[in-house]
């Protein structure tokens, strides 16, 4: 979602809600397991968290006041640097900077992983934005032993949405892979699932059933956006045509396991949409964003734009009578062509 910016990033966070801050801070110090010792604790400690998470922040407000995306490198990757860095891009070329994502600088729930491997996730839900905007699920990355961490993705957690339970930090929770077939559908199937349903709407997706789906989720989103588009007056008059196609991206997930035996999964969709009219006819790009992507391109009959959407599902265990749950997204448009 496009949001107003605020300079403070995801900063120092010297009173965190919920037990620890997130993330490892100097890696030197993370936990090593011994070779023949089992490794089943958490990986991290508050204050190794609490150095990552101040400078993550640190590198993203430098990088927000100087509308620099390449200064984001450092501290973020993923589609979360993609998204950003098409945001700072915006906001230079419109001179405001009130589309770009806040992300609040204080955690009230940490999810720590247990993972002896790498690359290794972790994941902060943060306090409500300061004009009171429901709260972010971000995930950090570590790619390697001696790599520092990165914010590797964001979302906007849906409005009165219930958060699985996770192990207390102390414990650590169970990385997911992408192919686990314990959950009513794996990881990769339940974001590529999710993606036709965004795609198509609920009426109209075979996977809908499967999902319990809330009215301001993604799909319902872009379900909006295609009917406003085509109710617009002269659409048809205009032989105007309107398609939207959203798929998941194979590589970009990650899983955590929750209290119940179900996961969070976090992932990235590609999506695209377009515009046509009659030959003669012109498309105006829709929202500032938009207008700000297209440059000074001269307008024809067609308009297409591409989003990366950052979503994030909860996904029941495979004998729950749960359904999957959208828990949040991030829709924001990072191209535009005519």
Known sequence: MNRRTTRRGLAAVSAVVVGSVLLAGCTEDVPQPQAGEPFDGPVLTEEQETKVLSAVSSTVQKADKKLDPAALKS????????VRASQLDV?????????????????QQLVIPTTSTWPRTSYSITVPTEDLETPRLVAFEQDSARAAYKMWSWVQLLPGVVMPAFADAGIGSEAVASDDDSLAATPADALNQYADVVTLGSEESSFAKGFDLPEEDLAARVQGDAKNVRSTPGFEDADGEFEAKFSARKDDIRSVRTADGGALVMGALDGRTTLTVEEEGEVPPFTETQKALLGDAGLTNELEVEYTDMVALYVPAKDSDEKIRPLGYSHVATAASN
């Open 75 to 82: 501290r973020v990757t993923g589609p979360a640097l993609e």
């Open 91 to 107: 906001a230079k070329s419109r001179d405001d900077s009130s589309l770009v994502t806040e992300i609040p600088d204080e955690s």
